[in-house]
């Protein structure tokens, strides 16, 4: 049966995209999330799209909060239920788009494509990249084989849960590390190099309403020292991620205070701080504290955020 489904929802979360400085000659000093939605999808007119927009959020997504990801993920659910929607479009800073990225791809587990994408260059730039990012994200929200949690930046397109930004100026600021970009946006078709995934056993949020739980990000560095463990743990931290040194080691004075942790019922994970590749754990020899395997750090809270929900549902 053929699909009816033809309209394109565009989720506007303010960032780069929506930003706006005072001269078209400056890239760095303008205000974030601040053109409104509607004002980006016109002038990333689409041909012959049906495309609504709406409005999630209008900030610097360094600020994003649980409040923020609760609300988007709510909103994305709701109009990926409708039988007229195709797909979805979320514009959003790129500061923290790999947090958002991967909660989505965690949580939602549904076929429709939902499509990520924001902009190294204000709205007011000569250099502008966001109205052909937007015009990219909304024809792969379009493509027949899209499905799944992506993000289009610069022509490429990487899966939700393996986008990493890896330069914080370069308009082609994202990566997906080893795994590689699942498909490229030329000209207006999207060129699949990979089958585009769906997480098979999404973490389902039932308590959803439940507070953001206290997750920190500690480093394992030359002199890292134990007291930043145990500070954390005296004043109630809720999960661990280590931040560890390339296959996943841990210097001793960390090591020893975060299996305390975990002794003592905090969840700890460890991902590598390396930017590629994964931690491929010792054969045959258990590890103390759990490996992230492929996320980054940041990916590797966010995990650990969402566990401890769904375990409170
Ligand atoms: C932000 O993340 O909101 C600002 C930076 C950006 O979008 O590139």
């Known amino acids: 049966m053929q699909s009816h489904a033809t309209r394109v929802v565009v989720l506007g979360m303010g960032g780069t995209i929506a930003g706006r400085s005072a001269s078209a000659h400056d890239n760095v000093g303008y205000v974030a999330g601040v053109a409104p939605i509607e004002e980006l999808v016109a002038t990333a007119e689409h041909d012959g799209a049906s495309v609504e927009a709406e409005s999630v959020a209008q900030i610097d997504s360094k600020d994003l909060g649980w409040d923020e990801l609760r609300r988007l993920i709510a909103r994305v659910a709701h109009h990926a239920a409708r039988v007229d929607v195709q797909g979805l479009v979320v514009t959003h800073g790129t500061d923290t788009l790999e947090?958002?990225?991967?909660?989505?791809?965690?949580?939602?587990g549904f076929e429709k494509p939902v499509?990520?994408?924001g902009a190294m260059r204000p709205a007011s730039s000569l250099q502008a990249d966001g109205p052909q990012n937007l015009r990219d994200a909304l024809t792969v929200?379009?493509?027949?084989?899209?499905?799944g949690v992506l993000v289009c930046m610069a022509g490429r397109v990487h899966a939700g849960d393996a986008v990493r930004k890896?330069?914080?100026?370069?308009l082609d600021a994202f990566s997906s590390g080893d795994a590689g970009a699942t498909a490229l946006v030329e000209e207006g078709v999207v060129r699949w190099l990979r089958e585009p995934r769906v997480d098979a056993d999404p973490v389902r949020l039932a308590a959803f309403d439940a507070p953001w739980p206290w997750i920190e990000i500690v480093t394992s560095a030359a002199g890292a020292e134990a007291r930043t463990v145990d500070a954390l743990?005296?004043?109630g931290v809720q999960g661990l991620v280590v931040a560890a040194t390339g296959n996943g080691t841990l210097h001793r004075a960390l090591e020893a205070a975060l299996e305390r942790?975990?002794?003592?019922?905090?969840?700890?994970?460890?991902?590598t701080r390396c930017r590629d590749g994964r931690i491929i754990d010792v054969r045959g020899e258990?590890?103390?504290?759990?490996?992230?395997?492929?996320?980054?750090?940041?990916?590797a809270r966010i995990e650990l955020a969402l566990r401890r929900?769904?375990?409170?549902a």
């Open 166 to 170: 890896v330069h914080p100026y370069r």
């Open 261 to 271: 942790a975990a002794g003592a019922g905090v969840p700890v994970l460890r991902a």
């Open 99 to 108: 947090e958002t990225a991967y909660a989505l791809h965690r949580t939602l």
């Open 286 to 299: 258990p590890a103390r504290i759990p490996s992230a395997g492929a996320l980054t750090p940041v990916q």
């Open 141 to 147: 929200a379009r493509d027949a084989a899209a499905r």
């Open 233 to 235: 743990l005296a004043a």
């Open 309 to 312: 929900l769904a375990a409170r």
């Open 115 to 117: 499509v990520i994408t």
